[in-house]
């Protein structure tokens, strides 16, 4: 039971992480709305389900029982960190392909 909690404590830190630096490319003005859009997404069954294909499709059942001891361990503390580091990383990438690629983005 307590590992379910610890679990879902990273999940939430992670995503509130990735939010919060994600908003800083977010002018100041549309942070209240685009807090609510993203937590509504990481929070949906949707979003759950697509994490779930998409490591069923990309790893095999020895890679993620690997993944699983690693975030019971060492990994606890990456996982920390790994919301902190994608919301930074994220919005420079998009920043990055929008900036030589302005057609991909066009509407």
Same mark, same amino acid.
């Not at 999940?11 to 937590?39: C, F, I, Y």
């Not at 095999?60 to 990383?89: D, P």
């Given at each position: 039971?307590?590992?379910?909690? %610890?679990?879902?404590?990273?999940? !939430? ?6 939010? &919060?630096?994600?908003?800083? %490319? *977010?002018?100041?003005?549309? /942070? !209240? &709305?685009?807090?609510?859009?993203? =937590? =509504?997404?990481?929070?949906? %069954? ?5 994490? #779930?294909?998409?490591?069923?499709? /990309? $790893? ?5 029982? %690997? ?11 990456? &996982?920390? =960190?790994?919301? /902190?580091?994608?919301?930074? #990383? *994220?919005?420079? #990438? #998009? ?9 991909? $983005?066009?509407?």
């Amino acid at each position: 039971m307590g590992y379910a909690w %610890s679990l879902q404590t990273t999940e !939430e830190q992670w995503g509130n992480d990735l939010v &919060a630096g994600v908003m800083r %490319s *977010v002018p100041t003005e549309n /942070h !209240e &709305a685009g807090e609510r859009l993203m =937590k =509504k997404l990481f929070t949906g %069954s949707r979003f759950r389900e697509l994490m #779930i294909e998409s490591m069923a499709e /990309h $790893f095999m059942v020895g890679e993620l029982l %690997s993944l699983t001891r690693f975030n019971r361990g060492e990994g606890v503390t990456v &996982a920390g =960190k790994l919301g /902190h580091y994608m919301g930074i #990383i *994220v919005p420079e #990438i #998009i920043l990055l392909l929008q900036r030589e690629n302005p057609e991909l $983005f066009r509407t």
